[in-house]
């Protein structure tokens, strides 16, 4: 998946769950977080944009499994458009060649 895709629909995640109605907003917040920790567990370090954008990309069946876990009694809390987009678009901040909004691009 190209990163300029991937970064659309991870944006657009962020949006949905700003959006989310305020009653919500706890369990959401609850499974973004478990979903950032597991990406974090899964790329460890140091990592690049393009690297997130080939792990979405690969599938994220697994996000979605974590989401019910986390949150069993709320499927609205599954949605992979919000719950999913969001947390890589949160983890992307933490990308090597991300800062600012942006993402850095190497002139090599």
């Keep these: 998946m190209s990163f300029a895709n991937a970064i659309y629909q991870w944006q657009q995640g962020e949006r949905r769950l700003k959006d989310a109605p305020p009653e919500r ?4 917040e609850r499974v973004v977080g478990v979903l950032v920790s597991e990406l974090r567990r899964r790329l460890g370090g140091r990592f690049s944009s393009q690297e997130l954008a080939e792990l979405y990309g690969s599938g994220t069946g697994w996000c979605l499994q974590l989401a019910m876990k986390t949150a069993p009694e709320e499927p609205w809390a599954w949605e992979a458009g919000l719950v999913v ?11 090597s060649d991300y800062a600012g909004g942006r993402r850095a691009l190497s002139e090599a």
């Design 85 to 95: 987009d969001a947390a890589f678009a949160r983890y992307l901040r933490e990308a």
């Design 25 to 28: 907003s706890a369990v959401l």
